[in-house]
C-alpha cells in the first residue's frame, strides 16, 4: 500500500511556481514548456507527483479550511452522497448540505482541467514516464474531485501502458479509499468491482477496505455479502483478523446509534456471532476487537458477557489496556457502582496495563459529585492534575460546585486552581487556531467560576 508523504521541502519551490499558473489558467502547451529551461529537467517523478498532491489542497477545499488544518484529513460522512442531487440542488441554488456545501463547482473543474493538462504536458515536453506514484496521485485528485467517471477512464488508459505497472491493486486500493472517504461509497464499490477492467486483482486489503466503507454508511447486507463471499472454500482472499475487527466494530458502534432496543440487541448479538465464528476458524482476536465487543456489551449493559470477554482476554494473553478499562469504568460510574470503577482504574495501574487520562477519571468524578462524596472527588481531580492532565472546564466546574454547596471550597488550594486555569486556558488558545469561530461564542473562562 503504497502511503502519500509530505510535500519535499527541495520541490516545494518548484511547487510555488506551477499551481500559480494553474490557478492563473495559463495553458500547458509548447510555448510554456519553451520558456522552461532545458538546461536541467526540473521535473522528476516526485516534484510531478508533489505538484498533483497539492492540487486538492488548493482547489477542492473550502476557503474557510486553507491554512487551518495540515493536511486533506476530515470526518467521512456518514451518508452515501448522490452527486446528480447535488449539482441539481447548485443549478437550483438549492441549499446544499454536507462537503459540496463549501466547494465552487468552477474552481474544481478547473482544478481537474489543469492537473489533467499537467500530467500530459510533462509527459509530452519533457518525456517523463510516469510510474505507479504519479498515477496514483492523478487518481486522487479524480477522487477529491468527485469526477468518478474520469477515473475509471484514466485508469482505464493508465492500465493499457507497458506492462500494468502504473496501476496496481494497491494504488486501486489506496483510489477506492479516497472515494469512501468523500462519501462516495457506492462509487468505491464499482471502482472495486471495476479491478479486472483495470487488470487488478483484489487482495484481502481491498476487501477490508470496501468491508469498512460499507459498514460506515450502514450497508451491512453488502458487508456480509462481501464476507460471505471471502469464506467460500477455495476463495482466493480469505478473510483475517482485520475483515471481523471491522464488522464487530462496526455492528457495536453504529447499532447503539439506531435509538431502537430492537435494532441494538440484534447488532449485538451479530457482533457476538462473529467473535464466535472467528474464533471457530482458528483466528486469534487482537486487543481492538475485544475491546469493540467488550465497549459494547458495556453500553448495552450486558456487564457479564463483557467480564467474560475480560476473563477470556487474560487466559488467552492478550494484554487488556487503557481502553478496555475505561469502558469498564464508564459503565460502573453510570450505574453507580463507583467503587468498582475505582477498583477498575487501580487495577489498571497495578498491573501496568495503562496510564489513567482525563478519559479514565471524569467518570469517577462525575459518579462522586452526584453522589455527595466531595472529598474523593477533590482527590481524584488534583491525582489527574499530578499525572499531567488537564480536566474538562465542565468537569472543573462540577468540582467548584459541589464544594460551595458542601461549604467547604477551601479544599481545592489556590496552586491547584491555578493549574488547573492555566491548563485550561493553553488548551482553549489550542483549539481557536483550529476553529477560529470558537472566538465569537460565550465560551467558560476560568476567571467566570465563582470559587
Known sequence: MIVSKPLNSKHT????????????????????????????????????????????????????????????????????????????N??????????????????????????????????????????????????IVFA????????????????????????TTSSVTCLIKVLAEEGLV?????????????????????????INAL????????????????????????PDVYTYTILISSYCKYGMQTGCRKAIRRRIWEANHLFRLMLFKG???DVVAYNCLIDGCCKTYRIERALELFDDMNKKGCVPNRVTYNSFIRYYSVVNEIDKAIEMMRKMQNLNHGVPTSSSYTPI?????????????????????????????YTYKLVCDALNAAEEPSLLDDGLRKRIRDGIEYRFRQVMKVKPIMKHKELLKCGEIDI
Open 13 to 88: 519551490c518548484l511547487v510555488q511556481q506551477v499551481l500559480p499558473l494553474m490557478l492563473k489558467n495559463v495553458p500547458f502547451d509548447a510555448k510554456l514548456a519553451a520558456s522552461t529551461t532545458k538546461t536541467q529537467n526540473p521535473f522528476t517523478i516526485e516534484s510531478v507527483a508533489d505538484v498533483l498532491k497539492s492540487i486538492p489542497r488548493f482547489f477542492f477545499q473550502s476557503p474557510r479550511s486553507i491554512g487551518r488544518q495540515t493536511g486533506f484529513r476530515h470526518r467521512t460522512p456518514l451518508r452515501q452522497r448522490i452527486l446528480k442531487k447535488e449539482a441539481y
Open 90 to 139: 447548485i443549478a437550483n441554488n438549492v441549499l446544499v448540505l454536507g462537503p459540496a456545501a463549501y466547494r465552487d463547482p468552477q474552481k474544481v473543474t478547473l482544478g481537474l482541467n489543469k492537473a489533467t493538462e499537467f500530467y500530459h504536458w510533462v509527459e509530452r515536453f519533457f518525456d517523463l514516464f510516469h510510474n505507479e506514484m504519479t498515477c496514483k496521485e492523478m487518481g
Open 144 to 167: 477529491r474531485g468527485n469526477n468518478v467517471k474520469g477515473l475509471w477512464d484514466f485508469l482505464k488508459d493508465m492500465s493499457t501502458r507497458g506492462n500494468g505497472e502504473l496501476v
Open 186 to 210: 457506492n462509487e468505491a464499490l464499482a471502482t472495486f468491482y471495476r479491478m479486472k477492467q483495470f487488470r487488478c486483482r483484489p487482495d484481502v486489503y481491498a476487501y477490508n477496505v470496501v
Open 215 to 238: 459498514c460506515r454508511v450502514g450497508n451491512f447486507n453488502k458487508a456480509r455479502f462481501l464476507l460471505e463471499q471471502m469464506e467460500l472454500p477455495g476463495f482466493r482472499c480469505p
Open 283 to 285: 483466528f486469534v482476536p
Open 365 to 393: 468524578i462525575h459518579a462522586l459529585c452526584e453522589a455527595g462524596r466531595v472529598l474523593e472527588a477533590r482527590d481524584f481531580l488534583a491525582e489527574l492534575v499530578d499525572g499531567g492532565s488537564v480536566p474538562r472546564e
